[in-house]
């Protein structure tokens, strides 16, 4: 009985390990497919385009709160 409750357990802790690696297989491939915005080169746009939402969406809310005193 204990071996076969330690083969279960063992079972159960390879399956919870091969689950996130599928998982992780497709994110490399997409990485690579996307590298202007998942490589190093391209997380600046990304933070600029963070930047500038950001900013658009503050001097929007700051005109509009100016506009209607």
């Known amino acids: ?3 076969q409750q330690t ?3 063992s079972q159960e ?8 690696t599928p998982v992780a ?3 490399t491939p997409v990485t690579g497919t ?12 990304t933070w600029l385009l ?3 939402v950001i900013a658009a969406i503050a001097y929007g809310v ?4 100016w506009l209607n005193k």
């Not at 996307?34 to 746009?45: L, T």
Request: charged share 15%; hydrophobic share 40%.
């Open 34 to 45: 996307d590298a202007p915005y998942g490589g190093k080169k391209g997380s600046w746009a």
């Open 62 to 65: 700051i005109w509009y709160f």
């Open 1 to 3: 009985m204990d071996e």
């Open 25 to 27: 297989a497709p994110v």
């Open 13 to 20: 802790t390879v399956a919870p390990a091969t689950q996130p």
């Open 7 to 9: 083969a279960q357990s």
């Open 50 to 52: 963070l930047y500038v």
